[in-house]
């Protein structure tokens, strides 16, 4: 098949990594896939993806900008077009009329409606929460997936000069208000336990703050970005997602992939896949440190607690299962 990606983010997070990855695969498998993206986007394409560049700093209802994009498109035939997230799905629907290509619609996160993709015949949801918002015969479930790779054990304590009498837990993601890290820290303050926590953004020097607050047998310590999330994670003795929201959590998928035990708040993908003993309420600080202080003291019943869970991940959340879902999606569309 000949299949065209469009995105219009700007960004570099888990929507475009889920592009670079599905493109990726589809050349592999021996498809042709062409990226219709900002050319800050395309530049972190790998060889084998064709590229068309738009300014995608333009507003989606730009006249201009609606008008490249269906010259663009014109130059081929594709077999499928698809458009990933907000921006692209609306820009692509403004000019539905004008193409006799079938359209596939992702929906990557939570948004206040969702009438935009109600409109399409086929639609792809990163999970079953957003297919239940979406509410349309054509929402299709399809899990992101990551590629299964080696991870290395860590020994954390020595690596970051952690007290050897306590147990080592390890959080990742941006450090934004989404993520509540700020929420993490309060949940463990006090409680004998060293944190790791690798990210980046914004809410760095808010975090450092309260970290410099803490009492003092609870060791925190911000490490920055990590280019190998999953030995962290692997290495420590949970991991836990504190988030306000998620559309589909990449850290969650990590974490699953390389056996971390994990704790998470009630958001997608965590609440569709881990047991309910492992799911706190969002924003609760109190459930989310007694769970915690419980699970620390139990490792075995959490180990116990996970093994259907990482099981199912080596099923279903795989690079490779997404691909051919994905795949199969686009050849019952022709």
């Known amino acids: 098949m000949f299949i065209c990606q469009v995105i219009a983010s700007r960004g570099n997070g888990g929507l475009e990594k889920h592009i670079r990855d599905l493109s990726s695969c589809l050349v592999a498998q021996g498809h042709r896939v062409l990226v219709i993206a900002d ?91 957003l297919a239940t918002l979406v509410n349309t015969p054509g929402a299709e479930v399809i899990y992101n997936g990551i590629q299964k790779t080696y991870f290395k054990q860590l020994d954390l304590k020595a690596q970051y000069h952690l007290p050897d009498n306590k147990p080592v837990i390890c959080a990742v993601g941006r450090l934004v208000p ?47 970005h990590y280019e190998r999330p999953l030995d962290l994670m692997c290495s420590a003795d949970g991991v836990v997602i504190s988030s306000r929201r998620e559309g589909f959590s990449y850290v969650f998928n990590e974490a699953l992939i390389c056996g971390a035990n994990i704790l998470s708040t009630n958001v997608p993908v965590a609440n569709e896949v881990l047991p309910s003993a492992l799911i706190v309420p969002i924003n609760d600080v109190t459930m989310l440190r007694q769970k915690l202080i419980a699970l620390l003291q139990a490792p075995s019943y959490w180990d116990e607690l996970m093994k259907d869970v990482q099981q199912f991940a080596q099923k279903e959340m795989t690079l490779a299962q997404m691909t051919k879902k994905t795949i199969n999606l686009y050849q019952r569309m022709q």
């Open 178 to 224: 989404a993520k509540g890290f700020d929420v993490l820290l309060q949940a463990i303050d006090g409680l004998d336990v060293s944190l790791i926590i690798a990210g980046e953004g914004p809410q760095s020097a808010e975090l450092k703050n309260s970290i410099a607050h803490m009492q003092a047998n609870t060791h925190v310590i911000l490490i920055g």
């Open 39 to 129: 050319v800050k986007f395309l530049m972190t394409l790998p060889d084998g993806i064709e590229k068309q560049s738009l300014n995608m700093r333009m507003s989606r209802r730009n006249p201009w900008l609606l008008l490249q994009l269906y010259l663009k498109l014109r130059l081929y035939k594709f077999d499928v077009i698809h458009a990933h997230a907000d921006k692209a799905a609306n820009m692509l629907w403004s000019i539905k009329v004008l193409l006799n290509t079938p359209i596939v619609a992702t929906v990557h996160n939570i948004k206040s409606q969702f009438k935009l993709y109600q409109r399409f015949a086929h639609v792809i949801c990163v999970s079953r929460h």
